[in-house]
Structures are given as structure tokens and as C-alpha cells.
């Protein structure tokens, strides 16, 4: 129930999600969730670094494409979203998460080069 969380972790959900989903629905849910200086933790692809390496050569486009896009091989396996450690920071501030701090990225993970940022729900004004 709202408030009763200290810490939810997502490891390669977010992605899943269409961004108006996650900004308007999902990702205040999960912030009510927590308790006051409870934490969200998110481990994503880290598009940003994938983009780098497919241009300069150290990861092919075919390794690109289906981490981008999911590898397409049953319902639900497929990416609606791809993120920066910017653009997902500014996705935790908007939601109500302060002290974002982005625990790694750039990290490899089979095909894949992910990051994981944490946020924090801040207690309330004078508590």
C-alpha cells in the first residue's frame, strides 16, 4: 500500500513501457509506494553508450538493433523506450524522485550496455 516500500528495483522494465505510460501512470505509482526516503532503482539499456560504440565501430548494428528494439521473439519482447542517463534522471525528478545519482553506466551486460540510477522519495516539506 501507499507509502509501506523502502526500495523497488527494476531491472529491464522501464524500456517495455511507452513513455506517456510510464511518466503519467507507472512511475508515480511506484514513487507512492515508497515510504519517505525509500529508493526506486532502475536498470536500463544505456542507449546513449550503445549509439557511441555502433559508431565507432565496437558493437555491430545488428547487436544494436535488437537491444534497441528487443529481440522480437515473442509477445512482449519488444522496447517501446530507449534512455540516457539525462533523459532518465529527468524522468525520476519529474515523477517526484530527488537525489538521483547514477550508480553505472556504460556497464555490459551480454549484447547489451546498461545503467542503473537510483532516486529517492523525499520526505515530506517539514517531516
Same mark, same amino acid.
Given at each position: 500500500?501507499?507509502? *509501506?516500500? %523502502?526500495?523497488?528495483?527494476? &531491472?529491464?522494465?522501464?524500456?517495455? +513501457?511507452? #513513455? ?16 519517505? !526516503? !525509500? ?9 546513449? /553508450?550503445?549509439? &557511441?560504440? $555502433?559508431?565507432?565501430?565496437?558493437? /555491430? ?9 528487443? &529481440? ?5 519482447? %519488444?522496447? %517501446?523506450?530507449? %534512455?540516457?542517463?539525462? *533523459?532518465? /534522471? #529527468?524522468?525520476?525528478?519529474?515523477? !517526484?524522485? *530527488? ?6 553506466? !556504460?556497464?555490459?551486460?551480454?549484447? $547489451? +550496455? ?5 532516486? /529517492? ?7
Amino acid at each position: 500500500y501507499e507509502g *509501506s516500500l %523502502f526500495e523497488i528495483y527494476s &531491472a529491464h522494465v522501464l524500456e517495455h +513501457f511507452p #513513455a506517456e505510460e510510464l511518466r503519467k501512470v507507472l512511475l508515480p505509482y511506484w514513487v507512492s509506494l515508497l515510504s519517505p !526516503g !525509500g529508493s526506486f532503482v532502475a536498470v536500463v539499456p544505456d542507449m546513449e /553508450t550503445m549509439i &557511441a560504440e $555502433c559508431a565507432g565501430g565496437r558493437m /555491430t548494428f545488428e547487436d544494436f538493433r535488437e537491444v534497441a528494439y528487443g &529481440a522480437q521473439e515473442y509477445e512482449g519482447d %519488444f522496447h %517501446f523506450n530507449g %534512455f540516457s542517463p539525462e *533523459s532518465l /534522471t #529527468a524522468l525520476f525528478e519529474e515523477a !517526484g524522485l *530527488s537525489d538521483v545519482t547514477v550508480r553505472a553506466a !556504460g556497464r555490459r551486460n551480454g549484447l $547489451c +550496455f546498461e545503467m542503473e540510477l537510483e532516486g /529517492t522519495r523525499p520526505s515530506p516539506a517539514g517531516g
